[in-house]
């Protein structure tokens, strides 16, 4: 920043809320101890901390509770930031604000992409931390006001991660959240056809400090985060040398801290060719990695310009990383060119054979600023109807499609199949992660007393209360015998919602895909 405002100004900042997904856990929510949201939202927290210190700033995450009249009354200006799923919640937020009469500001990925989509905001932010917010910064110094016409500020210079601000953690209740987030890297070098993190943030990986990491993981934990942090990186391995250089940081980290996280992460699936990095990994407690497998099909890699998940054998690199204790989470994509009318029989197959516990299973869609939005406008396959589960138009019929959806989402996630493919990680995956030590940290009486009050809600609501709970006993009774309680906790926890979440999107009260516009709920905040 050139220079730094004088003037006072009060912004609110509000995350709109996110529609239900499966990524997002909220069916576990019940059984854990005020967890009211998944993750922090990582990135209008660092607006709220690179906007100048003689501001005061609020801070409301609609997906713990709605921002209310005072908060609106108060404020000069409304940032808002998020994605294209939440397109709705988010105009939704710009409409309350304008009934104060306060001037709105939209930053984020979907303005990013689509700044036509949001006619309605008085400032549009274009891109990442740089010289456009410094623009927005002075404007608003100067006047406040709402301009008499919207104004839409692209950067050019972007900040580099190295000079990010430490997010503003201290502005939301961070143990309210399932998990805490953390960012290292921007950024990946690949071009699935699909994928719109090249478009956004381009494919030269750019990178915090060890140093930085660090001082925002003390941050994290003296100020109460639950018991994992994910990196939100886009490839956590996107750029090999700087994250080998990272890892022994985290470990030390984690060793002089008594291990209170285990890590979490996203990585191209050809990082099972990386055991250095892999080791590291296990060395530091990563626990889980997010993989975008996308399909079991060779040719459709190839056709989507993912052929990096062909330099190992896909099963033999999901067993590579569980050899290291990581259990892997996968993206997968029905509705592909590629698809055949025996897909879901393959992919089923696939999930059984992988044993992978947790896939999040999507129609494609098509987004902006990707190759495939591109060649299927070409084409004329892109279909503008918000009732539809997808914006493509499939190869095959789209009932035919949407029907596979919901056969595979109903026998990968009966309460049996999600059972044993977490019995079998507790007994090929799990062994394979470091023994962490009882130190202070992870046996603090406030770990204690969740780890009570979770166990005790999960036998309650699951192995009482719920219709699958012979299944749930059937899982429950060998760790019991052997006093897994850490396992009889934290797989119930994820296998519910993973259950629940199911049941729904089978009988339609759930999207086909995280990104689809069909709106099945009001798009108002969370009361």
């Keep these: 920043m050139t220079s730094l405002p004088t003037e006072r100004r009060q912004i609110l900042c509000v995350f709109p809320r996110y ?19 998944f993750m ?18 609020r801070f409301c995450d609609e997906n713990l509770e709605p921002a209310t009249a005072e908060d609106f009354a108060w404020a000069d200006a409304v940032f808002v930031s998020g994605m294209h799923i939440q397109r709705p919640q988010i105009n939704d937020i710009c409409r309350r604000a304008h009934a104060y009469g306060k001037t709105t500001v939209l ?13 309605e905001f008085d400032y549009l932010h274009v891109g990442e931390l740089g010289d456009a917010t410094d623009e927005v910064i002075s404007r608003l110094a100067r006047d406040p006001s709402r301009p008499t016409r919207q104004i839409v500020l692209t950067t050019r210079a972007r900040r580099e991660l190295g000079d990010f601000p430490i997010p503003a953690y201290g502005l939301v209740p961070l143990e309210r959240y399932f998990i805490g987030s953390i960012q290292f890297s921007s950024g990946c070098p690949y071009q699935c056809e699909f994928c719109d993190i090249p478009g956004l943030y381009g494919r030269t990986p750019r ?5 930085q990491i660090i001082a925002e993981l003390d941050i994290l934990l003296a100020r109460g985060t639950n018991g994992a942090v994910y990196f939100v990186d886009d490839n956590f391995i996107a750029h090999r040398r700087a994250v080998r250089e990272l890892l022994p940081h985290l470990v030390k980290w984690q060793k002089r801290n008594g291990y209170p996280f285990y890590f979490a992460c996203e990585a191209t699936l050809n990082i099972a060719k990386r055991p250095e990095i892999l080791e590291l990994m296990r060395e530091a407690s990563f626990g889980t990695v997010f993989c975008g497998i996308e399909t079991p099909d060779p040719d459709a890699l190839r056709a989507m310009s993912k052929e990096h998940n062909l330099m190992v054998p896909i099963v033999e690199a999901i067993r590579t990383l569980n050899s290291y204790g990581l259990e892997v989470v996968s993206g997968i994509i029905l509705g592909l060119d590629t698809d055949k009318a025996n897909s879901g029989e393959a992919l089923v197959e696939f999930i059984e054979r992988s044993n992978i516990p947790m896939l999040t299973i999507n129609l ?22 918000d009732s539809r589960e997808s914006n493509v138009d499939f190869k095959l019929p789209y009932e035919e499609v949407l029907a596979t959806w919901r056969d595979c989402m109903d026998r990968a996630y009966r309460p049996e199949a999600v059972f044993a493919r977490f019995a079998y990680q507790i007994r090929e995956t799990y062994p394979h992660r470091i023994k962490l030590p009882n130190s202070p940290q992870r046996l603090s009486f406030r770990n204690i007393r969740r780890a ?50 199911s049941r729904e999107a089978v009988a339609g009260r759930r999207n086909a895909s995280h990104y689809s516009a069909r709106l099945l709920e009001p798009a108002i905040a969370a009361e």
Excluded at 477 to 501: K, T, W
Aim: proline fraction near 10%.
């Design 19 to 37: 529609s239900p997904s499966f990524g997002t856990f909220e069916y576990s929510f019940p059984l854990l101890d005020g967890v009211s949201a």
């Design 40 to 57: 922090p939202p990582q990135g209008l927290l660092v607006v709220a901390a690179a906007l100048p210190a003689t501001w005061d700033v």
């Design 107 to 119: 930053g984020g990925p979907s303005v990013s992409a689509c700044p036509e989509q949001y006619p």
């Design 207 to 211: 990178l915090k400090t060890p140093e």
């Design 364 to 385: 494609l869609q098509a987004l902006p600023r990707t190759p495939l939005w591109d060649r299927l406008a070409r084409e004329g396959r892109l279909i503008h109807d």
């Design 452 to 501: 009570v009050y979770m166990l005790c809600r999960i036998i309650w609501e699951v192995g009482v209360r719920s219709n699958y709970r012979k299944e749930f006993w059937k899982f429950a009774r060998p760790l019991l015998r052997r006093g897994d309680i850490e396992n009889l906790i934290a797989v119930p926890l994820v296998a519910h919602h993973l259950i629940m979440f």
